[in-house]
């Protein structure tokens, strides 16, 4: 099972942490699951991007960007080559080292 390091992030993890994800599911739910609880203000929808990451290390073993999704990337604060939304990247066979950015343009947020 492939492992998730995320970098340390101020509010969101601030030791940093390492998950398990299973092949299949998306770098958001992985990390939902284990209790990171990443912004995700459209529900998983690829309608915001909220739940923006830098994928660091393990970047080619995601599935591919569609459309849609690198539409909504350029709309993304701290845009990078291995920026991905974290509600459509595709955890596959090998690690992977994740950064959660800073700050993340969110005009609705889940939190209330």
């Known amino acids: 099972?492939?492992?998730?390091?995320?970098?340390?992030?101020?509010e969101i993890c601030p030791q940093g942490a390492?998950?398990?994800?299973?092949?299949?599911?998306?770098i958001c739910d992985a990390a939902l699951r284990q209790g990171?609880?990443?912004e995700h203000a459209c529900e998983k929808s690829?309608?915001?991007t909220?739940?923006?990451?830098?994928?660091?290390?393990g970047f080619e073993s995601l599935n591919e960007l569609d459309e849609l999704e690198?539409?909504?990337l350029d709309k993304a604060w701290g845009l990078e080559a291995e920026s991905r939304l974290s509600c459509q990247a595709v955890v596959g066979d090998e690690d992977l080292v994740v950064e959660i950015p800073r700050y993340t343009?969110?005009?609705a947020?889940?939190?209330h």
């Open 18 to 26: 390492v998950i398990e994800a299973e092949p299949g599911e998306t």
């Open 36 to 38: 990171i609880d990443i």
């Open 46 to 48: 690829c309608a915001c």
């Open 105 to 107: 343009l969110n005009h």
């Open 70 to 72: 690198e539409d909504l």
């Open 1 to 10: 099972m492939p492992q998730i390091i995320l970098l340390p992030h101020h």
């Open 50 to 57: 909220t739940c923006h990451v830098v994928v660091r290390e």
């Open 109 to 111: 947020s889940e939190r």
